[in-house]
Antibody, heavy 121, light 108 residues
Framework: QLQLQESGPGLVKPSETLSLTCTVSGGSISSRSYYWGWIRQPPGKGLEWIGSIYYDGSAYYSPSLKIRVTISVDTSKNQFSLKLSSVTAADTAVYHC?????????????WGQGTLVTVSS | EIVMTQSPATLSVSPGERATLSCRASQSVSSNLAWYQQKPGQAPRLLIYGASTRATGIPARFSGSGSGTEFTLIISSLQSEDFAVYYCQQYNNWPGLTFGGGTKVEIK
């Protein structure tokens, strides 16, 4: 059974860079069938797609976050990571990692539980 | 950006009754729409993709319909485990994936 687990600091100061890692188990991140993504959810609010990456490092980002986001992949560790720069309180959210479906369409069939990141001094 | 609007924001339903949730897109997304269920403290769970195809393991009481800009998720007979928040997501516009604001299905 595929599992995704987010990890990283739960508290980040304003203007700093948020860094999270998603560890994939029960499957290979190097599979050519899947993209891997990050989605966030501010407290009490809806879901926002941040970006997605392929095993070869090809990454795609939400236009609204593109200038601040970098997603990378480490196939040797079966992990992918998120960096979000210049954070503000508006970036406080639960951050989920997820797998895009294997049929080539961009919905998400497996999700991590999510990790809460609070931006505060 | 394609804006997804879900209605109602909250739906109060008695167990055993039918729930009808709506999702509207600001422009056509063809049938490239998914529905997710999320319970407190849990990850979203894929219910429906392609507007009407149930994901693996999803009970038949969940059904999706629609195309273009208007979509519906019906839960035919609500069970206790179905009380949750439901989100729609369009994936017709890549890389501009967007989600609706959610509909909370609560016990009446």
């Amino acid at each position: 059974q595929l599992q995704l687990q987010e990890s990283g600091p739960g508290l980040v100061k304003p203007s700093e860079t948020l860094s999270l890692t998603c560890t994939v188990s029960g499957g290979s991140i190097s599979s050519r069938s899947y993209y891997w993504g990050w989605i966030r959810q501010p407290p009490g609010k809806g879901l926002e797609w941040i970006g997605s990456i392929y095993y070869d490092g090809s990454a795609y980002y939400s236009p609204s976050l593109k200038i601040r986001v970098t997603i990378s992949v480490d196939t040797s560790k079966n992990q992918f990571s998120l960096k979000l720069s210049s954070v503000t309180a508006a970036d406080t959210a639960v951050y989920h990692c997820a797998r895009r479906s294997g049929d080539g369409w961009y919905y998400f069939d497996y999700w991590g539980q999510g990790t809460l990141v609070t931006v505060s001094s | 950006e394609i804006v997804m609007t879900q209605s109602p924001a909250t739906l109060s339903v008695s167990p055993g009754e039918r729930a009808t949730l709506s999702c509207r897109a600001s422009q056509s997304v063809s049938s490239n729409l998914a529905w997710y269920q999320q319970k407190p403290g849990q990850a979203p769970r894929l219910l429906i993709y392609g507007a009407s195809t149930r994901a693996t393991g999803i009970p038949a009481r969940f059904s999706g319909s629609g195309s273009g800009t208007e979509f519906t998720l019906i839960i035919s007979s609500l069970q206790s485990e179905d009380f949750a928040v439901y989100y729609c997501q369009q994936y017709n516009n890549w890389p501009g994936l967007t989600f609706g604001g959610g509909t909370k299905v609560e016990i009446k």
